[in-house]
């Protein structure tokens, strides 16, 4: 990631650039399909001081919105009908349970995902490894770490 000052009169502004192979990952997607919407104009790309394709940091943002907004849709039929706005929907990937409690190991895009449920609501939701599971997070503590 890069950034470019933008001045606008009196305001000076840093825009973050993201090289196209980074807004790749950061979209679960290929480089040659960020390639591909930059060059149908889905995605405007410039050039950095390494003379480096780059996207603009918050157009990105905006496409990943929607894209997420999209695919979330198709994945999770719930999406938009709970107060709890962080759910990631993904492929079970291991259950680990006891007499009690179980471990529930989510596969969410690029994203592991762990929740400690009670073995009782894992059968009764037959939940198991190979099905699809939507994972609800309601937290009043999120921290952020920002990578320069």
């Not at 990105?60 to 009908?81: F, I, K, S, V």
């Amino acid at each position: 990631m890069t950034g470019q000052l933008r001045i606008h009169g009196d305001i000076v502004s840093i825009v973050t650039q993201i090289r196209i192979s980074t807004a790749a990952a950061l979209l679960g997607v290929s480089d040659d399909t960020v390639r591909r919407w930059v060059d149908s104009g889905r995605l405007t790309a410039t050039t950095d001081f390494s003379n480096r394709q780059v996207v603009d940091g918050v157009q990105l943002a905006e496409l990943a919105r929607a894209t997420a907004d999209a695919a979330r849709g198709q994945l999770d039929d719930g999406a938009g009908q709970r107060s709890a706005r962080n759910h990631f929907t993904g492929l079970v990937t291991a259950v680990i349970s006891d007499t009690v409690m179980s471990q529930v190991e989510l596969q969410c895009g690029p994203y592991r995902v762990v929740s400690l449920v009670s073995t009782e609501a894992v059968r009764e939701l037959g939940i198991e490894p190979g099905s699809v599971a939507t994972a609800i997070v309601k937290a009043t503590n999120v921290s952020l770490e920002v990578h320069p």
